[in-house]
Protein backbone atom coordinates (compact mmCIF):
# COMPACT_ATOMS: atom_id res chain seq x y z
CA UNK A 1 0.00 0.00 0.00
CA UNK A 2 1.57 3.25 -1.05
CA UNK A 3 -0.26 6.33 0.73
CA UNK A 4 0.43 9.74 -0.93
CA UNK A 5 -0.81 13.08 -0.81
CA UNK A 6 -2.73 14.60 -3.23
CA UNK A 7 -1.49 18.06 -4.27
CA UNK A 8 -3.13 20.21 -7.11
CA UNK A 9 -0.90 21.68 -9.49
CA UNK A 10 -1.25 25.17 -9.72
CA UNK A 11 -4.49 25.03 -7.97
CA UNK A 12 -5.51 22.86 -10.58
CA UNK A 13 -6.52 18.95 -9.98
CA UNK A 14 -5.49 17.23 -12.41
CA UNK A 15 -8.33 15.39 -14.48
CA UNK A 16 -7.03 11.70 -14.50
CA UNK A 17 -6.64 11.50 -10.99
CA UNK A 18 -10.08 13.46 -10.31
CA UNK A 19 -11.92 11.01 -12.73
CA UNK A 20 -9.89 7.72 -10.70
CA UNK A 21 -11.20 9.58 -7.76
CA UNK A 22 -14.74 9.83 -8.52
CA UNK A 23 -14.88 6.93 -9.28
CA UNK A 24 -13.70 5.99 -5.62
CA UNK A 25 -16.55 8.05 -4.45
CA UNK A 26 -19.52 6.64 -6.94
CA UNK A 27 -18.10 3.36 -5.70
CA UNK A 28 -19.69 4.04 -2.08
CA UNK A 29 -23.22 5.00 -2.92
CA UNK A 30 -24.46 3.24 0.46
CA UNK A 31 -22.38 5.86 2.38
CA UNK A 32 -23.08 8.91 0.46
CA UNK A 33 -26.54 7.87 0.94
CA UNK A 34 -26.36 8.24 4.63
CA UNK A 35 -23.81 11.19 4.51
CA UNK A 36 -25.72 13.22 2.37
CA UNK A 37 -22.73 14.60 0.89
CA UNK A 38 -23.79 14.31 -3.03
CA UNK A 39 -27.45 15.17 -4.42
CA UNK A 40 -27.98 11.93 -6.00
CA UNK A 41 -25.30 9.65 -4.62
CA UNK A 42 -26.62 7.11 -7.59
CA UNK A 43 -24.99 9.38 -10.08
CA UNK A 44 -22.21 11.30 -8.55
CA UNK A 45 -20.01 13.57 -10.74
CA UNK A 46 -16.71 14.42 -11.32
CA UNK A 47 -17.29 17.91 -11.17
CA UNK A 48 -19.43 17.35 -8.02
CA UNK A 49 -15.80 15.83 -6.54
CA UNK A 50 -14.26 18.19 -7.64
CA UNK A 51 -16.12 20.62 -5.91
CA UNK A 52 -15.66 18.76 -2.27
CA UNK A 53 -12.25 17.80 -2.96
CA UNK A 54 -11.77 21.99 -3.82
CA UNK A 55 -13.81 22.91 -0.44
CA UNK A 56 -11.60 20.00 1.48
CA UNK A 57 -8.62 21.50 0.56
CA UNK A 58 -9.33 24.78 1.02
CA UNK A 59 -9.36 24.31 5.06
CA UNK A 60 -6.57 25.50 7.03
CA UNK A 61 -4.72 22.29 7.99
CA UNK A 62 -6.03 19.95 5.78
CA UNK A 63 -4.53 17.05 3.85
CA UNK A 64 -6.23 14.67 1.26
CA UNK A 65 -4.01 11.43 0.39
CA UNK A 66 -5.01 8.97 -2.20
CA UNK A 67 -3.83 4.66 -0.83
CA UNK A 68 -2.72 2.75 -3.87
CA UNK A 69 -1.93 -0.75 -3.88
CA UNK A 70 -0.49 -2.87 -7.24
CA UNK A 71 -0.94 0.67 -9.06
CA UNK A 72 -4.69 0.78 -8.91
CA UNK A 73 -6.33 3.89 -6.55
CA UNK A 74 -8.12 1.94 -3.65
CA UNK A 75 -8.65 4.52 -0.66
CA UNK A 76 -8.73 8.22 -0.04
CA UNK A 77 -8.10 9.64 3.30
CA UNK A 78 -9.16 13.78 4.67
CA UNK A 79 -7.88 14.98 7.61
CA UNK A 80 -7.67 18.26 9.38
CA UNK A 81 -4.47 19.29 11.24
CA UNK A 82 -7.30 20.35 13.79
CA UNK A 83 -10.56 20.33 15.11
CA UNK A 84 -12.62 22.30 12.23
CA UNK A 85 -14.04 24.50 14.73
CA UNK A 86 -11.39 27.06 15.55
CA UNK A 87 -13.03 27.77 19.09
CA UNK A 88 -12.30 24.14 19.78
CA UNK A 89 -9.87 23.32 22.33
CA UNK A 90 -9.18 20.02 20.41
CA UNK A 91 -5.48 18.90 20.81
CA UNK A 92 -5.88 15.96 18.16
CA UNK A 93 -5.92 15.91 14.79
CA UNK A 94 -8.99 14.41 13.04
CA UNK A 95 -9.64 12.06 9.97
CA UNK A 96 -12.33 13.69 8.17
CA UNK A 97 -12.96 11.15 5.72
CA UNK A 98 -12.00 7.32 4.55
CA UNK A 99 -12.83 5.90 1.84
CA UNK A 100 -12.62 2.90 0.29
CA UNK A 101 -13.50 1.02 -3.75
CA UNK A 102 -16.78 -1.02 -2.34
CA UNK A 103 -15.34 -3.50 -4.75
CA UNK A 104 -12.16 -3.81 -2.29
CA UNK A 105 -13.92 -3.82 0.90
CA UNK A 106 -12.90 -6.38 3.64
CA UNK A 107 -9.37 -6.92 2.16
CA UNK A 108 -7.63 -4.72 4.61
CA UNK A 109 -7.41 -1.78 2.73
CA UNK A 110 -9.11 0.18 5.23
CA UNK A 111 -7.05 -0.87 8.07
CA UNK A 112 -3.63 0.04 6.38
CA UNK A 113 -4.96 3.41 5.07
CA UNK A 114 -5.72 4.16 8.61
CA UNK A 115 -2.61 2.79 10.12
CA UNK A 116 -0.54 4.67 7.62
CA UNK A 117 -2.39 7.97 8.64
CA UNK A 118 -1.81 7.24 12.06
CA UNK A 119 1.73 7.21 11.47
CA UNK A 120 1.78 10.09 9.60
CA UNK A 121 0.63 12.54 12.69
CA UNK A 122 2.49 9.51 15.02
CA UNK A 123 5.81 11.16 13.10
CA UNK A 124 4.70 14.89 13.38
CA UNK A 125 4.83 14.28 17.25
CA UNK A 126 0.97 14.11 17.61
CA UNK A 127 -0.31 12.26 20.61
CA UNK A 128 -3.75 11.23 19.71
CA UNK A 129 -6.45 11.18 16.37
CA UNK A 130 -9.83 11.75 16.33
CA UNK A 131 -12.92 11.22 14.06
CA UNK A 132 -16.45 10.64 14.27
CA UNK A 133 -18.65 8.41 12.38
CA UNK A 134 -22.45 9.34 11.65
CA UNK A 135 -24.74 6.72 13.97
CA UNK A 136 -26.81 5.46 11.18
CA UNK A 137 -23.32 3.76 9.91
CA UNK A 138 -23.05 0.69 12.54
CA UNK A 139 -20.12 -0.24 10.18
CA UNK A 140 -18.00 2.26 10.46
CA UNK A 141 -18.54 2.20 14.01
CA UNK A 142 -17.59 -1.15 14.11
CA UNK A 143 -14.60 -0.87 11.55
CA UNK A 144 -13.45 2.14 13.70
CA UNK A 145 -13.69 0.55 16.99
CA UNK A 146 -11.77 -2.98 15.83
CA UNK A 147 -9.17 -0.28 15.16
CA UNK A 148 -8.52 0.68 18.91
CA UNK A 149 -10.62 3.98 18.52
CA UNK A 150 -12.71 4.43 21.42
CA UNK A 151 -16.13 6.61 22.54
CA UNK A 152 -15.27 10.09 23.72
CA UNK A 153 -19.09 11.26 23.28
CA UNK A 154 -21.97 11.82 21.25
CA UNK A 155 -22.15 15.06 18.98
CA UNK A 156 -24.07 16.75 16.16
CA UNK A 157 -21.51 17.14 13.37
CA UNK A 158 -20.60 20.80 12.20
CA UNK A 159 -21.65 20.24 8.10
CA UNK A 160 -25.17 18.95 8.50
CA UNK A 161 -25.74 18.58 12.34
CA UNK A 162 -26.05 15.03 12.14
CA UNK A 163 -26.12 12.72 15.29
CA UNK A 164 -22.38 11.07 15.46
CA UNK A 165 -20.38 9.29 17.91
CA UNK A 166 -16.94 11.28 18.36
CA UNK A 167 -13.98 8.29 18.59
CA UNK A 168 -10.53 8.82 19.66
CA UNK A 169 -7.21 6.74 19.22
CA UNK A 170 -3.71 7.65 21.60
CA UNK A 171 -0.91 7.73 19.28
CA UNK A 172 1.58 5.78 21.41
CA UNK A 173 4.92 4.90 20.01
CA UNK A 174 5.15 1.84 17.90
Keep these: MIL ?9 LPGPVLTE ?4 HASNQAFFELSGDFPDPARITVEQVAASLADELSRDGSEVFLARS ?9 TLAHHPDPGSDDP ?5 LLLV ?6 RGHGRAVAALIEEHFRAA ?6 LAVLDD ?8 RAQGYTELRRAANLDRG ?13
Design 4 to 12: EPFVPHDGA
Design 21 to 24: IAAL
Design 70 to 78: AGRLVGLAA
Design 92 to 96: DPWIG
Design 101 to 106: DASQHR
Design 125 to 130: GRTGLR
Design 137 to 144: NPRALAFW
Design 162 to 174: RACTVLRKPLTAP
